[in-house]
């Protein structure tokens, strides 16, 4: 269980690979061979399927430029 921060959906997401019949019939060509294959698939968002994801730290750091930037305006008032 590893959470990773969605761009689109703007919330942390379980990322998980797509797998379909084109993965499970590309097993049965290479006679199980792709399953090797499997593990570099990249990762997706489950709810919009996008790989714009990144860690969950980049959510905390949006927060700290918003406190840089209040800052910023309070010293030009
Ligand atoms: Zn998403």
Redesign the pocket.
């Known amino acids: 269980m590893s959470l990773k921060y969605?761009a689109?959906?703007k919330?942390n997401?379980e990322p998980k690979r797509a797998i379909g019949i084109g993965t499970l019939l590309l097993v049965l060509c290479t006679f199980g061979f792709w399953l090797l294959l499997i593990p570099l698939y990249r990762k997706k968002?489950?709810?919009?399927?996008?790989t714009l994801l990144s860690g969950i730290e980049n959510s905390i750091e949006d927060k700290k430029v918003d406190e840089i930037q209040i800052v910023e305006t309070s010293i030009d008032k």
């Open positions: 969605c689109l959906c919330r997401v968002c489950p709810i919009c399927k996008t």
